[in-house]
């Protein structure tokens, strides 16, 4: 299927889709009935973010065209533009799901340093298994952003949702960084040890170093060495990955700052405006003015 041809789906219209749902029209949406889920069986494009939880039973999905099964406390983070399809469940399959719009997202996150090590290790694990304090503690966050959301008539919910998912998305990442440290005390194969080195070199040197070539020399291997390494580890390749943390900050900056685009483009070290502009587009689907204007 010609890329151009995924649909997409909305927020908008999977809230319409759900019932037993607490929601900040267009924005953000809750449900606890995630066997109730209206999760697509052909191929959509997401246009929100994703953060669920299983509860029982089990589920099954591609993202991207590669497969996962989620059972009993685990939890998946599914970022916008990512391509989900063949969702299934079992007749006991049930857990709780969030969805966030992106401009809900990126009003939130002041700093990509807030978000990075949730989201961007979530692009090649989406799936991780909860320990049962780690259930207790997403369950707590769930139903007490459910009980703030439900009540319309408290004029600060907005802001209260937005200041309780930051600390969950916190909490994760610390979890995040369990998932990591356990993975680290076992003997790591060498493609996992460059694609860790790698990862922290970019965390650190995203916005002036963007080529393949310079994280290789880094590391003292072959800029093709270390793509089929990438590849291999992570399913995506080192350009994406670098492209990833560039586009987050890109929107974190143009939601969150008043610097012109110009000050932006200087920033990242793009050689000028409109090469950063036609970056935007290709990543993010819309130019920079348009994404800061909506």
């Known amino acids: ?56 039973g089990e589920c099954r999905f591609t993202i991207d065209t590669q497969e996962f099964v989620i059972r009993k406390n685990d939890l998946v983070i599914v970022s916008d533009r ?4 063949n969702f299934s469940a079992t007749d006991d399959a049930d857990g709780l799901v969030m969805m966030l719009s992106v401009n809900f997202f990126y009003e939130i996150v ?35 952003l459910k009980e703030k959301i439900g009540d319309p008539a408290n004029k600060f919910r907005r802001h209260i949702a937005g200041t309780l998912i930051l600390a969950m998305f916190y909490d ?3 979890v995040i960084l369990r998932v990591q440290e356990e993975s680290a005390n076992r003997k790591q194969t060498r493609a996992e040890d460059i694609f860790t080195k790698f990862i922290r070199l970019v965390e650190l040197h995203f916005k002036h170093e963007r080529k393949v070539g310079w994280y290789a020399l880094q590391l003292g291997i072959t800029p093709k060495y270390l793509s089929e390494t990438v590849k291999s580890v992570s399913s995506r390749t080192p350009n994406e990955w670098i492209d990833s943390y560039v586009t987050l900050e890109l929107r974190i900056l143009l939601k969150t700052s008043t610097k012109s685009i110009k000050e932006i483009a200087d ?28």
């Open 82 to 85: 990512h391509i989900v399809d």
């Open 267 to 294: 920033e990242m070290n793009f050689p000028n405006q409109s090469f950063l502009g036609k970056f935007f587009r290709e990543h993010v689907g819309v130019t920079p003015t348009a994404y800061r204007k909506k």
């Open 172 to 174: 994760l990442s610390n």
């Open 1 to 56: 299927m010609n890329n151009n041809d995924i649909k997409e789906l909305s927020l908008r219209l999977t809230q319409v889709a759900h019932d037993h749902t607490d929601f900040i029209d267009g924005d953000v949406l809750l449900s606890d009935r995630l066997n109730r889920a209206s999760m697509p069986t052909s191929p959509h494009r997401l246009t929100f973010l994703l953060v669920a939880l299983c509860t029982n």
């Open 110 to 144: 002041r700093n990509v340093s807030d978000v990075s090590t949730l989201f961007c290790f979530s692009r090649s694990h989406p799936v991780v298994s909860l320990e049962d304090k780690e259930v207790e503690l997403f369950r707590s966050y769930f139903f007490l």
